[in-house]
Structures are given as structure tokens and as C-alpha cells.
């Protein structure tokens, strides 16, 4: 039975200020150190018999483990799973153990969980978030963590909560989910069949809460475009609903929903659909992982819109191709579970196993920005022409394997390479497919790019969650990658992991891009800066440690 550890920080993380700095903590006993026989509760329902157990947690825990984006109540999430799938069996004990009062909804298709995330009008109903991504929920391993909890808790239930749980333990099969269901006819591809109009389509042509809000910039108003892709732009200082906002008024001020405009050269993409896929996406980034969250993918994307639009790398690039790169960098860490590659694989995680072992995360991050943007609400590539989304979706998932830090040192090598040529053929289709792999995962790097305090905070923050993960590893017997297990708030070995970062990670491949592309050089002026930095506070901590060695 797999151990499911460190539950997720306080809700407040998600809302961390540049600074932030977590509380020390040492790493929980399994099931958060809290004994499985606590007193009897007299639940009389089965929400009150999660929430008595502390269930919301262990749920919590479950689908971070993972990578999955936790919904606004988990205990929600699990009850209406089991109403709708567990209870709705033929046999005649489990339909009479249906808690009292609470009406069975039908059970949604292919095993989609829908869940009220608000107390508006029915409409609201409609949109609520989709947690299709449940499928993974079917795991035996994951089932056996689940069932082994609940089960220690049965005898001490009213006999209507002991029967209605029951069920779920004596047939864990009804805990398995289908896969999505398909939208359209085995005649349809998705993209004709969203071609469609009428009351068929309706929902999917309502604005998503996220956006309700959302105010339409002056198409022509390019300097709203580069506040927005700014390099000084904090991403950790604004709340991730208005990076939403942001990241949509970026594609619009590229031009990408402006049917009128030819010059962008992209068939036209329906704006309400792509606010219902970056809405399912924020809602599958994990905003309680330090690092790996929506304020770093709006980052990344941000970088990566500059390098294009101001930086002059989009001289190779068509406009699908732009739009798939930045597409890519805001779904680049999608579901992400703050651990790395190498926890999956040591784990044997399922992950692990399902992607042999490959670039297990990128492959994961990019299969799940696919599913969603498949879905038939979220569907913007849907009149596209078959050639036109095979080159964004190839352009797509090779930008986002790139993000693999295993295949740093090699696209830095050809990077360079590229850079020597004598003559740049923009029109190669490998340079550009290199290009292309190299700008979203310079992106993803680039933090020592940023102005010195806001590189600190993301710094602080990678950081935090490799201790984490270290911990956790220590807790599992697993073995530990030696540079994650020093604390952040070791300031002498926080500097100069950050100083090897900056000098054998960082600097080689982006001098490549300084050079190929001289717009950008100023950026190279401010790695030399944070390098400085980070030599102080080394040297500083170092005085100190030593002062204080001193003393003792």
C-alpha cells in the first residue's frame, strides 16, 4: 500500500507573497500523526463522516500525490462519487443505505464529477468544474490507500453510513472510472464536430465564472501587450484570477480572436472557448505547490511572449506555431504534484510505469493540456483544418517535452551550434522545431532573468519544495538528491545553488540567445547582476557561519 505523506500547505499559499517564506515543519507520521480510532461519531451523513475522520485531508492527499488539481471541497468530491457510482448498484441493501435526504443526481457519463462551486442560479450549475481528470482515481494502489482508511472507521458508524460505505469497500470495481466519452460520432473528428451551432452547443458558448469579469483590451493598444509581457512583471505579487484575465487579454492582444484581422494569418479561434480551457486549466494547477503552480505558468508564458514578439524570435515561427508556444507554456506544468521525475520513477509510481520512465511529467503535462482542450466546451482548435492542428499539436507537445531538464545540456549544445552558423536558415524545419523546444524551456528557466528580489522569491520557492520532497523521500526510504535536502533558509548553501544554476544552467543556453537574438541583450546585464547578488550572500552567510563557529 502505497504511503500518501506531506499534506498540502495552508490554502493561504496560494495567495503568497513575493517573500514568502513557509514555516518550518517536520514531515507528518501517515494520516497527518492523528490515531484512526477516534471516538464514535454518530455521523449521520456521509459529508459529516468525512468531515468527522478528517477524510478532506486524505483525499487532499491522494490526488496531490497524483498531480491532480484539487477540488473546492473534497469531501464533495468523494461523496458525490460514491452517490453516483457506488450507491447506484442493483443490489437492494445499497439503494436503501442512500443517506436520507440527499436526492441522488444521475450519474454523469464516463465517470465526470460535477461539483457546485458556487450558490448562483442553475447556470452556474452548468460550468461548475469538470474533474474529468478522476480517471486516474482508478488505480488499484490508489483504491487500496482509499478503502484501507475508510475501513478502519466502518464499526464506528450508524448502521445507515456503515452499509452506504460498505458498498464501496465490498466492490471496490464500482470505484472504477471510464475514460472521457467522446463528443462526437465515429464518423466525426472533435475539431467538425465543434463546427456545429445551435442549442446543442449553448453551454459551451457561456462565459466561465474566471471570466465573468473579464474586461476586453484595445485591440490596438500594443503597449497593454508589452506591459503585460513585461520582464519586470510580477506574477507573484497578483492573484491568479487576474493572471487568467492576464494570459487571455494576451492571446487577444496578439490578435488571435480578431476575425476581421488577416494580418495575424490563423483561422479564427472562438473566444469563449478558450476561456472555458484556461478555466479548466487553472482549475488543474495545484495553487498550494510553492513553485510549480499557475503564477510560474503565467511566467513562463509571459517570457516566452516576449521572446517572440519583442525579442525577435518569431522569425521562426508561423502564427499556429506562436500560438501553440504560448499555449504550451501556460499548460507546461498542467496537474503538476510538486515532486520531480525522479520521485515518480524511485516511487514506481503509476506515472512512472504509464510513461516508461520517459520525461514522465512533461508527458503527463502535456497529455492532460490535450484532453482538456478536446473537451467539447474547450475545443478552440474546432474549425481548424486537420494539417493546421497536427502542426499545432506537434509544435505543442515538443515544446512542452522540452521542459525536461534532461535534455538541457543537448538543446543548449545545438542552440549554440545554431548560433556559429554562418547563415540562419529561418525556414529549416529542424532549426525551427529547436528554436521552438528552446524558447519554451529557456522560459521555464529563466528566473535568474528577473529583477533580483522577484528571482529571490521564485529561487526561495523551488527551492522549499525540493526540501519538501527530500523530506518526504527520507519518510519513504527512498533515496534523496543531495542538493535538495539543505533548507532554504540556509542562505550560504541557498546562494550558491543558486550561483550553479545561474553559471552552468542558466548562462550557456541563454548567451546562445543573447547572441542569436541581440534584443535581448539587456536580460544578459541582469544575470550578471543576480550572479553578483547571490556572491554576496554567499560570502555574507559564510562570514556569519563562521563568526558565529567562533563563538561557540
Not at 509 to 531: I, Y
Amino acid at each position: 500500500m502505497p504511503e500518501l505523506l506531506l499534506p498540502p500547505p495552508s490554502p493561504s499559499a496560494s495567495r503568497l507573497s513575493p517573500t514568502y517564506r513557509p514555516p518550518a515543519r517536520s514531515l507528518p507520521p501517515f494520516h497527518g500523526g492523528r490515531s484512526l480510532a477516534s471516538p464514535r461519531s454518530n455521523a449521520s451523513s456521509v459529508a459529516d463522516y468525512f468531515h468527522v475522520h478528517n477524510l478532506e485531508r486524505f483525499i487532499a492527499d491522494m490526488l496531490c500525490s497524483l498531480g491532480e488539481a484539487l477540488p473546492e471541497n473534497p469531501s464533495e468530491y468523494m461523496c458525490d462519487y460514491i452517490r453516483n457510482h457506488a450507491v447506484q448498484t442493483s443490489s437492494p441493501s445499497a439503494a436503501a443505505a442512500a443517506p436520507v435526504g440527499n436526492e441522488r443526481r444521475r450519474c454523469t457519463t464516463g465517470g465526470q464529477l460535477h461539483l457546485r462551486v458556487n450558490e448562483e442560479a442553475d447556470e452556474e450549475l452548468n460550468e461548475s468544474a469538470t474533474y474529468s481528470s478522476s480517471g486516474r482515481l482508478s488505480t488499484y494502489s490508489l483504491r487500496s490507500v482509499a478503502l484501507h482508511r475508510v475501513s478502519r472507521q466502518l464499526e464506528k458508524e450508524n448502521l445507515s453510513i456503515h452499509s452506504f460505505v460498505q458498498e464501496w469497500i465490498d466492490r471496490p470495481e464500482l470505484l472504477m472510472m471510464g475514460r472521457r466519452p467522446s463528443h462526437t460520432s465515429s464518423e466525426e473528428t472533435p475539431r467538425k464536430s465543434q463546427g456545429n451551432t445551435g442549442t446543442k452547443n449553448a453551454k459551451s458558448r457561456t462565459r466561465p465564472q474566471l471570466f465573468r469579469k473579464w474586461e476586453r483590451k484595445n485591440r490596438g493598444d500594443q503597449n497593454s501587450l508589452e506591459e503585460l509581457l513585461a520582464w519586470e512583471y510580477d506574477a507573484l505579487s497578483t492573484c491568479d484570477e487576474t493572471l487568467a484575465h492576464n494570459a487571455l487579454s494576451i492571446l487577444d492582444l496578439w490578435g488571435f480572436f480578431d476575425k476581421s484581422d488577416s494580418s495575424v494569418g490563423i483561422a479564427h479561434i472562438d473566444i469563449t472557448r478558450m476561456q472555458c480551457f484556461i478555466a479548466d486549466l487553472f482549475r488543474h494547477y495545484n495553487s498550494q505547490n510553492p513553485y510549480h503552480n499557475f503564477k510560474h505558468a503565467f511566467s513562463v508564458m509571459t517570457v516566452v511572449g516576449n521572446t517572440l514578439r519583442f525579442g525577435g524570435a518569431d522569425e521562426f515561427c508561423t502564427a499556429f506555431e506562436e500560438l501553440a508556444l504560448l499555449v504550451a507554456a501556460l499548460s507546461h506544468d498542467v496537474g503538476h504534484g510538486g515532486l520531480n521525475n525522479d520521485y515518480y520513477v524511485k516511487k514506481k509510481h503509476p506515472l512512472a510505469i504509464r510513461y516508461n520512465d520517459q520525461a514522465v511529467l512533461e508527458s503527463m503535462h502535456s497529455a492532460l493540456a490535450f484532453e482538456l482542450i478536446l473537451q467539447e466546451k474547450n475545443n478552440f482548435l474546432a474549425v481548424w483544418t486537420e494539417e493546421n492542428f497536427s502542426n499545432f499539436r506537434k509544435a505543442a507537445i515538443a515544446a512542452i517535452l522540452a521542459t525536461d531538464m534532461k535534455v538541457h545540456f543537448d538543446l543548449t549544445t545545438q542552440m549554440q551550434d545554431l548560433r556559429s552558423s554562418s547563415e540562419v536558415d529561418t525556414s529549416c524545419p529542424d532549426s525551427r522545431l529547436l528554436v521552438h523546444r528552446c524558447i519554451v524551456h529557456a522560459a521555464d528557466i529563466s528566473n535568474p532573468l528577473l529583477p533580483t528580489t522577484v528571482y529571490e522569491a521564485w529561487a526561495y520557492r523551488v527551492s522549499t519544495e525540493f526540501h519538501l520532497q527530500a523530506e518526504r523521500e527520507k519518510y519513504e526510504g527512498l533515496p534523496t538528491t543531495p542538493f535538495m535536502e539543505s533548507s532554504p533558509d540556509d542562505r550560504a548553501e541557498f546562494a550558491k545553488l543558486q550561483l550553479g544554476f545561474m553559471n552552468f544552467v542558466v548562462a550557456p543556453l541563454w548567451n546562445a540567445m543573447f547572441d542569436m537574438w541581440p534584443s535581448l541583450e539587456n536580460r544578459r546585464h541582469q544575470l550578471e547582476t543576480n550572479v553578483e547578488h547571490f556572491k554576496k550572500m554567499q560570502s555574507s552567510a559564510e562570514e556569519e557561519e563562521a563568526t558565529n563557529g567562533k563563538d561557540k
